[in-house]
């Protein structure tokens, strides 16, 4: 057994996670895949387990615009608003008051850039408390997972490409890019990226899934695992591309396997080297990301986020990417990110390799399940690194 496949084992063993499924690819396909636990009662985790991905969802949605650029549809400085008019009725929210939100109009437009990179100003309430203070004060406001058209309808905690907020950016991104392609959402996707890449087993409904979909878990403080639930509407009026999809470990590979080679995938080009390398790229513009990138204020749904702590980090137009390495670790332009029940990934183009290391608990960034997800990154740059 190798040290990789003990590393996964233990992980599971230790009870840090109910099952984890851990993939490596380089440019021509899957190196390594290990998988250890049951997704369920009736299946062991493997390749195929079916996973409720969350905001890996996003970077799928981030290569949605991308394929839009590429086909001058769009441009990254293009106003949300000339795509979508109901963007510009969005209002910076300033304070909640005893009288009710306060608001004022926003000193600059959202572009598709903002939306990409999270600096359009809408933030998930459980990381913002202005955003939390706003949705308990405002019984008409639906949050991002009921589905609903008006669950896209978050206010601005800032201006424009002021700031970074983490939120329901990308959700805009999927809105936007349909309303230009004219097909609908799922369609699109499946047609465009899902078909022409081989994710037969990603799904917009988790019923497709069936018995392939993981159970989930909640780890409470003593380390005890719990069933839990926790899944965007089915049949909504909107599909989120922030976080609608469910698919298999070996789905998502092949996905960062077209970003690793740029935009190829087996001969075929999906979508151009020079739109694609919008997604390698930083576009923040200058604005700097926050220590720590993502704050939580609930402890039982997440803990505080950084992604490859102590590193300075920026974003491009699908990912966090790092601006330098750790010996032994990924290189300097990786490029990251995950699913809030723990599914992570990240593509080191330096080296040519792309990993999957996924389960299905909260809260995210479980410090047992990080520490073992290191560890798992230093032995893939070691057997794997070039």
């Known amino acids: 057994m190798s040290s990789l496949d003990q590393i996964i084992d233990n992980t599971v063993e230790r009870g840090v996670a109910p099952f ?44 949605m615009a991308v394929m839009a650029i590429d086909r001058g549809l769009i441009t990254l400085d293009t106003p949300v608003g000339d795509v979508l008019p109901a963007f510009d009725e969005l209002q910076v929210l300033e304070a909640v008051t005893a009288e009710g939100p306060r608001y004022r109009k926003p ?10 990179t999270h600096t359009s100003g809408m933030g998930y309430e459980p990381f913002y408390p202005l955003m939390a203070e706003y949705a308990e004060a405002t019984p008409s406001h639906s949050t991002d997972v009921t589905g609903t058209h008006a669950s896209l309808n978050y206010p601005l905690l800032f201006d424009p490409g002021q700031d970074f907020a983490y939120g329901v950016s990308t959700d ?35 019923a497709q899934a069936g018995d392939h979909l993981a ?31 469910y698919g298999s470990a070996a789905d998502y590979l092949s996905f960062l396997r077209l970003v690793l080679n740029r935009g190829e995938h087996d001969g075929h080009t999906i979508v151009g080297s020079d739109a694609m390398g919008l997604m390698f790229e930083n576009q923040l513009g200058g604005v700097t990301l926050p220590t720590p990138v993502i704050k939580s204020y609930i402890p039982s749904m997440s803990y ?25 670790m990924r290189g300097v332009g990786s490029l990251t990110w995950a699913g809030v029940l723990n599914s992570h990934y990240w593509i080191d183009p330096s080296r040519g390799i792309a990993a999957v290391f996924m389960t299905q608990m909260l809260p995210f960034c479980d410090p047992d399940l990080m520490a073992s997800l290191d ?3 230093r032995a893939v740059c070691e057997k794997f690194g070039r």
Request: net charge negative; with cysteine.
């Open 107 to 116: 000193r600059t437009r959202a572009t598709l850039r903002h939306l990409l």
């Open 304 to 328: 505080d986020i950084e992604p490859c702590p102590g590193l300075r980090k920026t974003h491009t137009a699908g990912f966090f990417r790092t601006e330098e390495a750790t010996p032994g």
């Open 20 to 63: 984890l499924v851990a993939m490596v690819t380089d440019r021509e396909g899957v190196v390594w895949e290990h998988s250890a636990g049951q997704a369920n009662a009736a299946r062991a985790a493997g390749p195929d387990t079916v996973f409720t991905l969350f905001s890996m969802t996003k970077a799928i949605g981030s290569l």
């Open 215 to 245: 159970d989930q878990a909640l780890k409470h403080p003593d380390g005890t695992l719990e069933p839990c639930q926790v899944f965007p509407a089915a049949n909504p009026e909107i599909y989120h591309m922030g976080h609608a999809l």
């Open 375 to 377: 560890d798992f990154e």
């Open 172 to 206: 805009w991104v999927g809105a936007l890019v349909a309303e230009l392609d004219g097909r609908p959402m799922d369609r699109l996707l499946r047609e465009d990226i899902l078909d022409p890449l081989g994710m037969t087993n990603t799904y917009f409904e988790r």
